[in-house]
């Protein structure tokens, strides 16, 4: 079953703020989404921003195929342009399972930088984007470095 890192620009969306505060959200797939399928690991990855830095910060699951929808009012609040026109695109429907807290840290890009299989990501080589395809060893890379985080 495929993984996949979704990158998210606190500088557009509250990325921290939705994943410690929603249940569920929405998230625009603009490549690979004949690929995706229910039941996919997603792990959510939050651009450098006002000096914080990159990295995983929540993994989630697809609960709903990727269709053309309009993102819900509860995700759109999260948006820091409350102008920004919310418009019928390609999304999935994410459930977010686990994000990170002071005691349960993030995976930053500079961990990620130091791992001969995670420094390979796409999110890492080549960031201008949204959805990126992990390798089954990166999956697995990620999936274990993100479980020691979380105990």
Known sequence: MPSWIFQGNPATFRIDDAVRELEKTTWLVKKNGRKMR???????????HNGNPAGVIAKSVM????TPMFSPPGVVAYWTDPTMENTRLDRVELQILEYCTDEKP??????????????????????NGTNFELSETQAEVLESLWSRNQE
């Open 38 to 48: 229910l039941g996919d690991t997603v792990f959510l990855w939050r651009s450098e």
């Open 63 to 66: 609960v709903y195929t990727v």
């Open 106 to 127: 993030m995976i930053e890009r500079k961990d990620v930088l130091e791992d001969d299989v995670l420094c390979e990501m796409l999110v890492v080589r080549q960031p």
